[in-house]
Structures are given as structure tokens and as C-alpha cells.
């Protein structure tokens, strides 16, 4: 692993939170949180970077590699970072505020 | 809601309005709803974002829209049942919103429109200018017309008062010249006061083709000042001299004013009729700067600052773009309000006392008055039809006809309270000096 100390790591894991429809839809069904994600974070990593930026409690931590688009301009391809997603359910009672944290 | 008015001075007031915040809460609340519909954010599919996210989003200025509405709605409200004239603008200070329990409270200071008080007119004595257009009247104004269009022809004899001549000088003020005419030389008419009186006596009496001489002492206060106080000595040439002549009273010179059948009797018809309308608008004016006159020395009110300080506003922007016009770079030029805090003031005063009479007496001029007006107007054009119907074709444009009318209204309303002493005036002064 990089020389990075531990805690530095974890603050740059979390990418960005992942807010759309289908990550309310999730959260409210099942309680889960959406983020994007390193693509090299693991999900041990993951679960300690948000209970760490955001004091919560982590049940489980699930991911799935998004793969990035092809995008093409005229005769042009291009093709966007894949991108890691990570689903994290939270124990009982717990939330996150983001409004709060922005 | 609840509103309290505080008298500051005169014409200050300060009002402290206290609104109820739970409506205002629907209403926030309501908007949002509504907006939901149709709110776009990344991530979402139109109106899909969750109702949360939308009040993150724009919770705070949907809120800051329904304050801003509430504030307005009810200064109106408050303003209506306190019975309040507001002039001007007020200037609404927030009290802070967390301080208040269920209630938003704003603290409005404003001015208010002055009680006017028109004195008795009834001492006020105004002069109407009487003046009969006479025979000798119509005969000078043709005098005029006849001297506008006279013809000149070369003579030999000595040059004198009325002629046309044309002249090359020299002029030196200690035997260093000053001025000297170019090839064409110098055009003027002897006795019409284009120059300086002794230079131009000076040029009578001389033929075609002599050379004179001469110097002239302009006094301390001529203007250039160039000239003032210095003797300056001149070298004149005479190129020409031509006698006037005045064209006959008769039918080519009728067809020449556009008279086209050339009927000498017509035409003076004509001039006579056109002397009356401008001796009656004279008289008119006159009568209307004597009667707002007497209007303004004869009432008592304050004048609200922000009527004071709109006019300025007014008038820095008339002057503007009068300079403008006249090609004056305004960069250079500093218009200070205080320049035309005396020109406001009395203006603004006027126009409250004028708006105070029109309402108590209801002088506001009827439709018949502002036709009339219009017509007047169109009157000086070739096609009177197309004006009249040009002013009638938008409202707006009546306005300065409608503004007149009202205004001769008042006048007429002035001068029946009023003494009117009728003064018989000459021709010329009453002409003159306008």
C-alpha cells in the first residue's frame, strides 16, 4: 500500500455520495447509502472511511464496478473512467444527514 | 397582521408591521410542491427529484420570494388601513427572523404625501394682457416679411444705413494685426446690428472700390473679450455695395408665402389670424406662469425628500441629454445634485399642488378638452387627420395632450378665485420678451 498513513487513506476513499433516483429508491427500501467510491478501495476500507467522515455505525458494505461509457464525438471514441460504486447499509437507527455535511 | 405607525417628523413615518409566519409557511411549502413538478437536478429524471432534495435546493429562496411577497403585501395593507399617503419608496429594515416567535416583523420608514393647503386666491391679482392686433400690427409683421425677402442690387452711390455690403479689412490692435478677411471677404448689412455699432457706422458713406481707414475704441465690457478696452484700427475695402429692395405687396409675393391664388386679401387675412393665435398662446403662457405663481406663494406644505430628490433625478437626466444633443462629451461634465436641489424643490412643490387641486376640484381635463388639444396641435401640420389619428392610435400619446389641457384647466380655475385685472400691453412687448 502507498506510504499514505491509514487515516489519510480513509479520507480519500469516498469519493462523492451517489445521489439519484435509483440511490433514493434503494435508500428508502433498504436502508442503504450510495457513494462513489476509489476504484482500488476494498470494502473493509469503505465501511472505515464512512464510519469515520460520518460517525455512523456500518452493517454492511456491498459494491459493484460501474464500467465508464464509450462516448464518441463524430469519428472520435472516447472512453470514461470506470468508477467503483459502493451500496453501504447502515445498523438500525443510524443516518446519514447530507444536507448537514454540505 | 399587526402594524403600528410611528409619526417621526412632519412627514416621516415609521411603521413596524408584524406578520404572522405559519401562512407564510404553506405558502413555502405549497410553492415547493408545485415546483417539484418541474425541478431539474442531475440524477433525476424531470420532476422525479424527492421533495427533500427540492427544499434543500431551493428551500431558502422560495422562502426569501415569499417574505419579500408578505413584506409587500402587507405594507399595502397596512399602508391601506392606516389610511397612509405613501410618497416615494420606503425603506424597509428586517427585524431578525429568529427573534421572533410565529412572527416576522419589518420596521418601514417612509414619507408621506403633505397636506396641501391652498390658500385664498381671491387677493391674488393676476394681469391679463389685453391686446387688440391692429391695422399697424399686420402692417409691420408684412414690413418684416417684405425686409426678409428683399433683393439687392449694385449701386454706385455712397454706401448707407440698409445696405448690403461686402468688405476685405484688416484689423490691428497696436500695429499687429489681429483679423484679416480671406478672398471672399466679409457680407454683412449695414444698420443690422451684426457687429459692433461704431465699426458699422463707420462703413457708411464709403463707394464701391474706395478704401478707408478708421479705428474704433470698443469699451471695457465688449464681449469677446478680445476686444475689450483696446482701440483697434481697421483697413477696409469696399467690394460692393448693394441697395435693397423691397419686393412689392402684391400677388407674386402672396404665391411666394404659398398664398396660391395670390389674393393680396386673403394673405393678410392670414397674417392677422396667424398674429391673434400667437398673441393668445402669449397671453396664455402668461397667464399660466402668473397663476402656478400664485399657487405656489399662496400655499403652505413640506415637501416630501423623495419628491425632491426624484426630481433632481429628473432633471441631472433632462440636462444629460440636452448636453448630449448638443454634442458636449459628458465624461468631462459633473452634474451635482445640489445644483438643482432649488429647481426640484419648487418643481416638486408644484406638482403636488397641482395634483391637490386637480383631485379637490376635479379639474382632470375631459375627453372633449384633450381633442381639442389634439387638435390644436395637429392644426400646424399639413394633414391634420393622420395627426390626430397618430395621437389617438396609443394612449400613452394622449398623455402630454391630456397633461396640457388639465393644466389650462387649473389655470382657468386660478383665474376665476383670482382678481384678474385686464392690462392693455403693446405689440412688441408682449411678443418680445417671451
Known amino acids: 500500500m502507498s506510504a499514505l498513513t491509514t487515516q489519510e487513506r480513509l479520507l480519500q476513499v469516498i469519493v462523492a455520495p451517489q445521489i439519484t433516483e435509483k440511490a433514493t429508491r434503494v435508500a428508502d427500501k433498504h436502508q442503504q447509502i450510495a457513494f462513489k467510491v476509489r476504484t482500488d478501495a476494498t470494502k473493509p476500507e469503505i465501511k472505515a472511511a464512512v464510519e469515520l467522515v460520518f460517525k455512523v455505525e456500518v452493517d454492511a458494505v456491498t459494491v459493484v464496478n460501474v464500467g465508464g461509457k464509450i462516448k464518441r464525438a463524430g469519428r472520435n471514441f472516447g472512453r470514461r473512467k470506470d468508477w467503483k460504486k459502493a451500496y453501504v447499509s447502515l445498523k438500525p437507527g443510524q443516518e446519514i444527514n447530507f444536507a448537514a455535511g454540505e | 397582521m399587526q402594524a403600528t405607525v410611528e409619526t417621526i417628523s412632519n ?3 415609521r411603521m413596524t408591521v408584524s406578520v404572522p409566519v405559519q401562512p407564510l409557511e404553506e405558502e413555502v411549502a405549497q410553492r415547493i410542491n408545485r415546483m417539484a413538478r418541474t425541478v431539474k437536478l442531475p440524477g433525476f429524471r424531470p420532476g422525479k427529484v424527492p421533495l427533500g432534495l427540492v427544499r434543500q435546493q431551493y428551500g431558502a429562496q422560495v422562502r426569501n420570494e415569499v417574505l419579500s411577497d408578505a413584506v409587500e403585501r402587507s405594507f399595502n395593507d397596512a399602508v391601506e388601513q392606516n389610511k397612509l399617503r405613501v410618497a416615494g419608496y420606503p425603506n424597509i429594515e428586517h427585524k431578525p427572523y429568529a427573534e421572533s416567535d410565529g412572527k416576522i416583523e419589518y420596521i418601514a420608514t417612509f414619507e408621506v404625501f403633505p397636506e396641501v393647503s391652498v390658500a385664498d386666491l381671491s387677493k391674488v391679482k393676476i394681469e391679463r394682457p389685453v391686446l387688440e392686433i391692429g391695422e399697424a400690427d399686420v402692417k409691420k409683421t408684412i414690413d418684416v416679411l417684405l425686409r426678409q425677402r428683399a433683393t439687392f442690387e449694385p449701386v454706385k452711390r455712397a454706401s448707407k444705413k440698409g445696405d448690403k455690403i461686402n468688405i476685405s479689412l484688416i484689423a490691428s ?3 499687429a494685426e489681429v483679423e484679416r478677411t480671406d478672398a471672399n471677404g466679409l457680407d454683412l448689412v449695414i444698420g443690422e446690428g451684426g457687429r459692433f455699432p461704431a465699426f458699422e457706422s463707420e462703413l457708411a458713406g464709403s463707394k464701391v472700390g474706395s478704401n478707408k481707414v478708421f479705428e474704433v475704441a470698443y469699451p471695457e465690457d465688449h464681449k469677446p473679450e478680445q476686444l475689450a478696452g483696446k482701440t483697434v484700427s481697421y483697413d477696409v475695402t469696399f ?8 419686393p412689392e405687396f402684391d400677388a407674386d409675393f402672396a404665391r411666394s408665402l ?20 400667437e398673441v393668445d398662446k402669449r397671453v396664455r403662457t402668461k397667464l399660466k406662469e402668473q397663476s402656478f405663481q400664485a399657487l405656489l406663494d399662496n400655499s403652505t406644505l413640506e415637501v416630501p425628500k423623495a419628491f425632491v430628490n426624484a426630481e433632481i433625478g429628473r432633471l441631472i437626466q433632462a440636462t444629460e441629454n440636452n448636453l448630449k444633443q448638443r454634442g458636449v462629451d459628458l465624461s468631462n461634465v459633473n452634474l451635482e445634485p445640489a445644483m438643482f436641489e432649488e429647481q426640484a424643490q ?14 379637490a376640484n376635479g379639474l382632470q381635463a375631459n375627453a372633449d378638452q384633450v381633442r381639442a388639444m389634439v387638435d390644436v396641435f395637429a392644426q400646424s401640420f399639413e394633414r391634420p387627420a393622420d395627426v390626430v389619428a397618430w395621437y389617438y392610435a396609443d394612449v400613452k400619446r394622449l398623455d402630454e395632450p391630456a397633461a396640457l389641457a388639465t393644466e389650462e384647466n387649473i389655470v382657468e380655475w386660478v383665474l376665476k378665485s383670482a382678481k384678474v385685472a385686464d392690462k392693455k400691453v403693446k405689440f412688441d412687448d408682449l411678443m418680445g420678451n417671451v
Do not use: F
Open chain 2, 239 to 246: 467690394n460692393s455695395v448693394e441697395q435693397a429692395k423691397l
Open chain 2, 11 to 13: 412627514l416621516e413615518r
Open chain 2, 346 to 359: 419648487r418643481n416638486a412643490r408644484l406638482r403636488l399642488i397641482l395634483s391637490e387641486l386637480v383631485n
Open chain 2, 258 to 277: 404659398g398664398v396660391e391664388d395670390g389674393d393680396v386679401e386673403k394673405m393678410r387675412e392670414e397674417i392677422t389670424a396667424s398674429l391673434k393665435q
Open chain 2, 173 to 175: 490692435i497696436d500695429s
